[in-house]
């Protein structure tokens, strides 16, 4: 059986469209997917394995595997753990429109 093809982004778009709960919640993922992405890129910028940077600060490498597939959300205590590793910080600001 062959596979159907579909265009994803359409897809979401039509469901946001059409669900308001559904919207919010893809938008809220949005912000915690670009934080997580940001995580990756820095550590792997720094040249730091996951194990490197789960021993430094106090986590086990799967953890931080999790984290990074989004299989797993970070409690406040181990984000602000891995950014001080990575040498940055949790910062609050208001969202510009």
Not at 3 to 16: A, G, P, R, S, T
Not at 21 to 28: L, M, N, T
Request: charged share 35%; with cysteine.
């Amino acid at each position: 059986m062959p596979f159907k093809k579909i265009n994803v982004n359409k897809e979401i778009n039509n469901l946001k469209l059409n669900n308001s709960d559904f919207s919010k919640a893809w938008d809220e993922s949005r912000e915690e997917y670009k934080l997580i992405s940001e995580i990756v890129r820095i550590r792997k910028q720094e040249g730091m394995s996951q194990s490197e940077l789960a021993r430094r600060s106090g986590n086990k490498q799967q953890s931080i595997s999790r984290i990074e597939n989004r299989e797993n959300s970070p409690t406040l205590k181990t984000l602000c753990s891995i950014l001080n590793v990575l040498g940055y910080e949790l910062k609050i600001e208001i969202k510009r429109k």
